[in-house]
């Protein structure tokens, strides 16, 4: 199950139930916006990654092991993609 | 040669060892002569045969084993029944020796405490692609769908997981797992 509770999106905003998983370490191009989640899967989670946004990049360090989730808002035409862990895609309602 | 057995205790013959390093050819057979009342097989490339002194029962031996006797004997007899030449070390001494020489070097596998947590995960892939499963002290990844999943690669190149498959793992670096559009999996991790 994927934590969508990071950053506080809304449930009204975004379309939780029909996410769309997404490949490690791949550019994608949003056909419409969205909320991006990306969360470490299996063992104590990943020493470090980033998601990336557009022009936007955030990193995640992973020091004390425990599973990291983050998510963002990915607007229409947008580039994505991550490089650790497992994500999904929710589009926006 | 003399087959004399003498007491251990009788003051004639003081605590003594000896190391010999022997090859023995292809079904050859050696003597070595020197007293003691207990042999130990240092090491050895293969499982030879021994004979105590003038006893004609002969006994298997080998690296790591030592025999021990109550009186002092004063030969021993190797023989290699093998096609192959066999090299050892035996340790020959009077009086009780303790051996406390080993030593390890490199690293040592050791067990792992035991697990102290356990958490599960389900992951559906509405779309063919790879995700990464960070490492744990054990990992156990299920196939519960109906694709075969491919653990391991960028593709159908990795370990194929069958439906109702399960792959267990301690790996300690990352894990790619391949999976089709309409995939499921379970994930399982102790640490």
């Known amino acids: 199950m994927f934590n969508t509770s990071l950053n506080n999106p809304s449930s009204s905003d975004y379309d939780f139930d029909n996410g769309v998983s997404k490949s490690v370490n791949t550019n994608y191009v949003a056909e419409k916006s969205g909320y991006f989640v990306v969360q470490s899967v299996g063992g104590g989670g990943f020493q470090s990654g980033s998601i990336i946004i557009g022009s936007n990049t ?29 994500a999904k895609f929710f589009p926006k309602k | 040669m003399s087959d004399t ?9 003081q605590s003594s060892y000896k190391e010999f390093t022997v090859v023995l050819p292809a079904n050859g057979i050696y003597t070595l002569n020197n007293p003691y009342n207990f042999c130990r097989c240092l090491s ?11 006893n004609q029962m002969d006994t298997d031996f080998e690296g790591g084993l030592q025999a021990k006797f109550d009186s002092i004997l004063p030969y021993v007899q190797l023989f290699n029944p093998t096609e192959t030449p066999i090299t050892l070390r035996l340790g020959l001494g009077v009086g009780d020796f303790d051996d406390s020489r080993l030593t390890v070097s490199g690293t040592v596998q050791t067990s792992p405490a035991q697990f102290a947590n356990f958490s599960a995960e389900t992951i559906t892939f509405d779309e063919t692609g790879v995700i990464e499963v960070a490492p744990a002290q054990k990992v156990i990844i ?10 391991g690669g960028s593709g159908t190149d990795g370990l194929q997981l069958l439906p109702k498959g399960t792959f267990e793992t301690s790996l300690q670096n990352i894990l790619t797992l391949y999976c089709t559009s309409g995939s499921t999996i379970a994930i399982g991790s102790f640490s």
Do not use: C, E, H, M
């Not at chain 2, 057995?5 to 013959?13: A, D, H, K, Y």
């Open chain 2, 142 to 151: 299920q196939n519960t769908g109906s694709n075969i999943v491919y653990i």
């Open chain 2, 44 to 54: 050895s490339t293969g499982r030879f045969k021994v004979a105590w002194s003038s």
């Open chain 1, 58 to 86: 955030w990193g995640y360090t992973n020091l004390d092991g425990t599973k990291w989730v983050g998510g963002f808002p990915v607007t229409k035409g947008d580039t994505y993609k991550y490089t650790q862990g497992s």
């Open chain 2, 5 to 13: 057995w003498q007491p251990i205790n009788g003051g004639r013959i």
